[in-house]
């Protein structure tokens, strides 16, 4: 089933955030990019379709399903959302951590079948040998690689990833993020990841959704939307989009004479 949003609205008490977000479909599978500079409606458009704010207008439909008629525990069954922010209880083991996220939607009997789910989940992410360390002594970026384990044992439909690379080291970030789209392939899953690092955007993603002040000013494949000059506007930079020896796409940006 595709993810379709239309004329979607979302405001902070009086205070307009997005404005009119309209997207194509969304497929099945589709690994997709939110790139926009700090403040742009990121982090309120992953609220919104989560159902964390509620929009003042428009429409959230998975399929044929209105996500926004949903109550909270179904909507939580069907999207994921790991936000920049997570809080821990350092008293849980990580195994326990993410068992607990499992049975927030399937019922508090733990059956076998659970147990097998967070062992692979652990094993796909490569944090197995974490499996009975606490929470409490695991380094920034161990904590962050759990959360995104807690949040994609629940089996979603869809996923929304809000800055998972921001606390991991070059080796983590590739690590996450591949093993995140191996996955989601997979099974098939949506997936929207809202990444400050276009080069890691153009890597991992099938598209990309350009955002600033809350109003979308592309939506394309990676190639199509780094390369226009929309993207050093937004970002008050100068950009060129080159490739790589391996042929990846890179981009090149400097802070330029006119920023």
Known sequence: MTLTIQGLHARYGA?????DVTLAPILPGQF?????????????????????VRPSHGTIRFGDTDLCRLCRR??????????QAFG???????????????KQTTGWRVADANHDRVAQ???????????????????????????????????????????????????HQLSIL????????RRGTIVMAALHDLNLAAKFCDRLILI???????????EDILSLPEIGETYRV???????????????????AAY
């Open 238 to 256: 100068e950009t060129a989009l080159e490739r790589t020896r391996r042929g990846s796409l890179y981009v090149d940006a400097t802070l330029g």
């Open 121 to 171: 989940t652990l094993a796909a992410l490569n944090l197995s040998h974490l499996a009975d360390r606490g929470l409490g002594n695991l380094s920034g970026g161990q904590a962050q690689m759990v959360a995104v384990a807690q949040t994609l044992v629940r089996d979603p439909a869809i996923v929304l990833l809000d800055e998972p690379t921001s606390a991991l080291d070059l080796h």
């Open 15 to 19: 205070v307009p955030v997005l404005h």
């Open 212 to 222: 600033r002040e809350g109003r979308i000013m592309a939506d394309g494949t990676p």
């Open 32 to 52: 997709v990019g939110m790139i926009g500079p700090n403040a742009s409606g990121k982090s309120t458009l992953f609220k919104t379709l989560s159902g964390l």
């Open 178 to 185: 591949s093993s995140v789209r191996a996955e989601m392939q």
């Open 74 to 83: 179904d909507r939580a069954r069907c999207i994921a959302y790991m936000p």
């Open 88 to 102: 821990c209880n350092a008293i849980l083991t990580v195994y326990e951590s993410v068992l607990l996220a499992l």
